[in-house]
């Protein structure tokens, strides 16, 4: 029996394909009733069992206030969150049907209308988001990681510290110190009047679902408590490079602001939050050959020097 088929009978299911083995290892499998769901083996050290019930307790939250994200399902045990035999942890959640809103790397599809539409639609997506969680009143013992200053650009952020990355020259090496010192002094700023709460903070386009219905939102593993402007960094995070870049930002927050007010001058501040943590993200995970690493550093350098002048 593979770790998959041990997992997937926790539910009584089959896994009928492997989706893909990034941060968790990811399945479908089909339920005993005919239902479909996507069935998570979480990585190692990565998030503690108490944040990933935690991300389970809110994902719960937000698909029973009408939302289109994944439900968490309840095995046939009372452990929503089982252990394999081989230390990993498991979960499993509804299956949304959809494409995904596109691809890193890959230019968006559609026409400029199309996307700017569906940017529009995201953005009033995640105000939803955002303020279904702040009519939650969040279990004691909620844990995430934290996304938030001291994640950002803390002395030892989330994802590692970009400034320090291997492949960094002295030149862009010390654009991005300066980028850091220039991020804690407009997030510290903007802290000021922002509250902190739990936010996505992975909306990237293949965790972004296209349907018949509209969009929906899945993989919640990244998710913390943070700066809420952070997931609409992040989205934009992925367009930098897009012809249509300026009405593209535009319509994200245009369609936040339909629920939420929002500062449009910090939105930028938070794209370049994510370009810098993706730079760390990248460094312990690729080896030092991958393709990524050059492209992660040249679009933080950038971004940065967007922002700085």
Known sequence: MTEAEEAAAH???????????????VYAMRLPDGRRAALRLHRLGYQTAAAIRSELWWCGQLAAAGLPIPAPLAPAGDDPLPALSTGR??????????????????????????????????????????????????????????????GLVGETPFWGRFWEHPLLS???????RRA???????????????????????????????????LALID????????????????LSQDLYEPAFPELEAALMDGYATLRP???NIV????????????????????MDHPVHRSHIARAVMKAGQLLG
Do not use: M
Request: net charge negative; aromatic share 6%; glycine share 8%.
């Open 262 to 264: 929002l500062d449009r």
């Open 220 to 235: 919640f593993d990244d998710s913390g408590i943070g700066f809420r402007l952070y997931d609409l960094g992040t989205v």
């Open 11 to 25: 539910w009584g299911g089959q896994i009928t394909a492997e989706l893909r083995n990034r941060e968790n290892a």
């Open 170 to 176: 002295p030149e862009d090496a010390a654009t991005l």
């Open 180 to 214: 850091r010192a220039f991020l804690r002094e407009r997030l510290t700023d903007h802290a000021r009047h922002a509250a902190l709460g739990p936010v996505h903070a992975d909306v990237l386009r293949e965790n972004i679902l296209v349907a018949d219905t509209g």
């Open 268 to 287: 930028p501040v938070f794209t370049l939050a994510r370009v810098l943590a993706s730079v760390g993200w990248a460094a312990p995970r690729l080896a």
């Open 89 to 150: 942890r498991a979960s499993a959640v509804r299956w949304i049907d959809g494409a995904p809103f596109g691809e890193a790397g890959v230019p968006l599809a559609g026409t400029r209308a199309e996307q700017v539409t569906r940017h529009h639609a995201l953005g009033r997506l995640l105000a939803q988001v955002h303020d279904t969680t702040d009519r939650l009143t969040l279990p004691a013992d909620f844990t995430r990681p934290r996304w938030d200053i001291e």
